[in-house]
T-cell receptor
Framework: AQSVTQLDSQVPVFEEAPVELRCNYSSSVSVYLFWYVQYPNQGLQLLLKYLSGSTLVKGINGFEAEFNKSQTSFHLRKPSVHISDTAEYFCAVRVMYSGGGADGLTFGKGTHLIIQP | DGGITQSPKYLFRKEGQNVTLSCEQNLNHDAMYWYRQDPGQGLRLIYYSQIVNDFQKGDIAEGYSVSREKKESFPLTVTSAQKNPTAFYLC?????????????????FGAGSRLTVL
């Protein structure tokens, strides 16, 4: 079974500073990778996804992530954060089975991004 | 606007009672999912359904039940057998659960239902 590790449960950053949220996964087969954001008391919203092609993926709100197959990582970055980026961020992986089907997403435990003025 | 509607947003229940959480989508999605969210635990899959009248257990199905009688609806019942039901429950849907390169793998989430057992 696949698993997802988000190494930091909480990341405090000053406003307008860059940020990187780390995500590593384990899987013996090809995967699809996602980052979701959750604002307080709300559902999750897709930030970006990697399905195939270019390993650098750009998403909404100025976020981007880079897929590194050799390091099994999919770290999320933003060059300059804003107060409104304060939220919980979840990395997720879905395995593509050889039969063509796919299971539900496996989520990491989340990273709380705290933007300090 | 298309989306997923979960109700109620907040729910209180006494121990020993069953409770049903509603999830309705008007996105014409085939697949629907229920996740449970606890602080520091991330999201854990309870049940999912790829098609009407069919559903599969996820990682933590014990104490829960679902039905999928209509494409638009995927209600979750939290039974009295669930030992620790207090949590935030999220419903989601996707076009399909197949592995194509389309939007099939992207989940759309509802706003969640917070269940508290008194």
């Amino acid at each position: 079974a696949q698993s997802v590790t988000q190494l930091d449960s909480q990341v405090p950053v000053f406003e307008e500073a860059p940020v990187e949220l780390r995500c590593n996964y384990s899987s013996s087969v090809s995967v699809y990778l996602f980052w979701y954001v959750q604002y307080p008391n709300q559902g999750l919203q897709l930030l970006l996804k990697y399905l195939s092609g270019s390993t650098l993926v750009k998403g909404i709100n100025g976020f981007e992530a880079e897929f590194n197959k050799s390091q099994t990582s999919f770290h999320l970055r933003k060059p300059s954060v804003h107060i409104s980026d304060t939220a919980e961020y979840f990395c997720a992986v879905r395995v593509m089975y050889s039969g063509g089907g796919a299971d539900g997403l496996t989520f990491g435990k989340g990273t709380h991004l705290i933007i300090q003025p | 606007d298309g989306g997923i509607t979960q109700s109620p947003k907040y729910l209180f229940r006494k121990e020993g009672q069953n409770v049903t959480l509603s999830c309705e989508q008007n996105l014409n999605h085939d697949a629907m999912y229920w996740y449970r969210q606890d602080p520091g635990q991330g999201l854990r899959l309870i049940y999912y359904s790829q098609i009407v009248n069919d559903f599969q257990k996820g990682d933590i199905a014990e104490g829960y039940s679902v039905s999928r009688e209509k494409k638009e609806s995927f209600p979750l019942t939290v039974t009295s057998a669930q030992k620790n039901p207090t949590a935030f429950y999220l419903c989601a849907s996707s076009i399909g659960s197949g592995g194509s390169l389309s939007g099939a793998n992207v989940l759309t989430f509802g706003a969640g239902s917070r269940l508290t057992v008194l």
